[in-house]
Nanobody, 119 residues
Framework: QVQLVESGGGLVQPGGSLKLSCAAS????????MGWYRQAPGKQRELVAR???????NYADSVKGRFTISRDNAKNTVYLQMNSLKPEDTAVYYC?????????????WGQGTQVTVSS
């Protein structure tokens, strides 16, 4: 079983920064892809950023150049550094990982952390 616990959300003014953390337990962290998703009120959950076991990353177009995902395998933790925040970044942010067994994907989610960008 995999457990994910996010932290670091909060209220920030437009143009500000926040750093989210996600601590993982229950599995071999270093070999799995980790991701950050977000869900704004009335919208579908969307991928924000993803990092593979080898350190390759990809980002949603809306956050490229502003957000950076990273991981520390020694601490079983993945981070999301968010700079130049905009009101449209307001959402609940979720940490994610997944496993594939017998051709089926199993997603694991944290409880989410609220990010609010407002003046």
């Amino acid at each position: 079983q995999v457990q994910l616990v996010e932290s670091g959300g909060g209220l920030v003014q437009p143009g500000g920064s926040l750093k989210l953390s996600c601590a993982a337990s229950g599995s071999i962290f270093s070999i799995y892809t980790m991701g950050w998703y977000r869900q704004a009120p009335g919208k579908q959950r969307e991928l924000v950023a993803r990092i593979t076991s080898g350190g390759s990353t990809n980002y949603a177009d809306s956050v490229k150049g502003r957000f950076t995902i990273s991981r520390d395998n020694a601490k079983n933790t993945v981070y999301l550094q968010m700079n130049s925040l905009k009101p449209e970044d307001t959402a609940v942010y979720y940490c994610n990982t997944y496993r594939v067994r017998d051709g089926l994907r199993y997603d694991y989610w944290g409880q989410g952390t609220q990010v609010t960008v407002s003046s």
